[in-house]
């Protein structure tokens, strides 16, 4: 799996939109961005994924470089409950298509602590 | 639809003692793996199981194994356990075998006394 680079911790103000980046400079073609956060004691909460286009859910917006070498994370509103570490993991969405099946390979994350 | 459950959510054991974690996956996912997460190693991939078969295994000691029923529910014992197997003992489902959208359940935190 590619590797990638988050900053170790970032503040958000109550209400304002959290942009969570990521590099992934040595992505592959058949690679996904995935985001995951995890909000203290709990387990990981998948958020979103994306090929390369931009995508968006009910929880956050994925807006992926056109090269792919990067992405951010959009928690449009953050609010006190968005306090988690985020972490950004490159990979093949299943089995069969090469790479490491099964397994999530989690760095340290960015702590975001959304302040009021 | 009801999500990953983990049971039991605390454990307290001895060293030398064995121990058996259990994990329910979200109806209609066949794919469960294990996790271990402590604050040194960070979260660390133990095994998955998926349609009964271990598919896939991290770098841990013999002494961590599993198995997976025919209803997918999943389970991981620890042998002869050892101090530094106090951890938070995760396990997440997918609808696919090594599906990169994972749902964890609540964890087992187990303290090795």
């Known amino acids: 799996d590619a590797k990638t680079t988050q900053p170790t911790s970032m503040d958000c103000a109550e209400g304002r939109a959290a942009n969570l980046p990521c590099n992934h400079s040595?992505?592959?073609?058949?690679?996904?961005v995935y985001w995951y956060r995890q909000i203290h004691s709990q387990g990981p909460q998948y958020i979103i994924h994306?090929?390369?286009?931009?995508e968006t859910n009910e929880m956050a917006s994925l807006i992926i470089t056109e090269d792919r070498k990067s992405s951010t994370l959009i928690l449009p509103h953050a609010t006190l409950r968005d306090t988690a570490v985020y972490y950004c993991i490159v990979r093949v969405p299943e089995w069969g298509y090469g790479g490491s099946q099964g397994n999530l390979i989690f760095g340290k994350g960015t702590k975001l602590s959304v302040k009021p | 639809k009801a999500g990953v459950t983990q049971t039991p959510r605390y454990l307290i054991k001895t060293r030398g003692q064995q121990v058996t974690l259990s994990c329910s996956p979200i109806s209609g996912h066949r794919s469960v793996s294990w996790y271990q997460q402590t604050p040194g190693q960070g979260l660390q991939f133990l095994f998955e199981y998926f349609s009964e078969t271990q598919r896939n295994k991290g770098n841990f000691p013999g002494r961590f194994s599993g198995r997976q029923f025919s209803n997918s529910r999943s389970e991981m014992n620890v042998s002869t356990l050892e101090l530094g197997d106090s951890a938070l003992y995760l396990c997440a489902s997918s609808f696919q075998q090594g599906g990169g959208e994972q749902y964890f359940g609540p964890g087992t935190r187990l303290t090795v006394t």
């Open positions: 040595t992505i592959s073609g058949n690679e996904y």
């Open positions: 994306g090929l390369k286009n931009n």
